[in-house]
């Protein structure tokens, strides 16, 4: 089974929301960060929000001020809530976990991806 699952994409129209949520399994431990990737077709994945354990967020600059990132505090899960959507959103999200391990690396896993699409 895929260790995280998202949902919550779809289709809306440019200035709609969509609200996006990931779930991590429960074999996956110790859990550092969680964030949201994106991938448009013919482009490579970029970053776009990670938030830490302790609940500090950073954003890609595309995207402050429309996209909150959240974690109730299972820490376990994450939400991607996307506001004022636009066509250049568009893309596979993906969301990524990363875990420590041993000589200060991390282990990282990611979700299948859920599809966003904004247009008219």
């Known amino acids: 089974q895929v260790q995280l699952v998202e949902s919550g994409g779809g289709l809306v129209q440019p200035g709609e929301s969509l609200r996006l949520s990931c779930v991590a399994a429960?074999?996956?431990?110790?859990?550092?960060?969680m964030g949201w990737y994106r991938q448009a077709p013919g482009s490579q994945r970029e970053w776009i929000t990670s938030?830490?354990?302790?609940?500090?967020?950073t954003y890609r600059d595309s995207v402050k001020g429309r996209f909150t990132i959240s974690m109730p505090g299972a820490q376990k899960q994450v939400y991607l809530q996307m506001n004022n959507l636009t066509p250049e959103d568009t893309a596979t999200y993906f969301c990524?976990?990363?875990?420590?391990?041993?000589?200060?690396?991390?282990?990282?896993?990611w979700g299948q991806g859920t599809q966003v699409n904004v247009a008219s």
């Open positions: 990524h976990a990363a875990t420590p391990t041993s000589f200060g690396e991390h282990k990282h896993y």
């Open positions: 429960g074999n996956i431990r110790d859990i550092e960060t």
């Open positions: 938030i830490s354990s302790r609940g500090t967020a």
